[in-house]
Nanobody
Framework: QVQLAESGGGLVQTGGSLGLSCGTS????????VGWYRQVPGNERELVAT???????DYGESVKGRFTISRDGAANTIYLRMDDLKPEDTAVYYC?????????WGQGTQVTVSS
């Protein structure tokens, strides 16, 4: 059974940095891609960053140049490094993994950026 578990959210001031982790219950290279999405109440979930099995990364426009996604195959963990955080980055961040047409989500972790 595929399980994802996020950690690392919290409160940070504008301009600060924060790191998120997503541990997976299976080998991360079994996923076609894994990544991060975020959601603000009343809005749809939006892409933050993804990395596919070949290592190609993709970022949402609003985080390009500030966020970095990475992975550790030995630890079966995905990371998101967030720098230069802004109040509009405040959201619940979810880890998502895909195997063909099956999607798996973590429970989410809150990130709050104070102005």
């Amino acid at each position: 059974q595929v399980q994802l578990a996020e950690s690392g959210g919290g409160l940070v001031q504008t301009g600060g940095s924060l790191g998120l982790s997503c541990g997976t219950s299976i080998n991360i290279f079994e996923f076609n891609d894994v990544g991060w999405y975020r959601q603000v109440p009343g809005n749809e979930r939006e892409l933050v960053a993804t990395i596919n099995v070949g290592g190609r990364t993709d970022y949402g426009e609003s985080v390009k140049g500030r966020f970095t996604i990475s992975r550790d195959g030995a630890a079966n963990t995905i990371y998101l490094r967030m720098d230069d955080l802004k109040p509009e980055d405040t959201a619940v961040y979810y880890c998502r993994a895909r195997i063909l047409r099956s999607y798996y989500w973590g429970q989410g972790t809150q990130v709050t950026v104070s102005s």
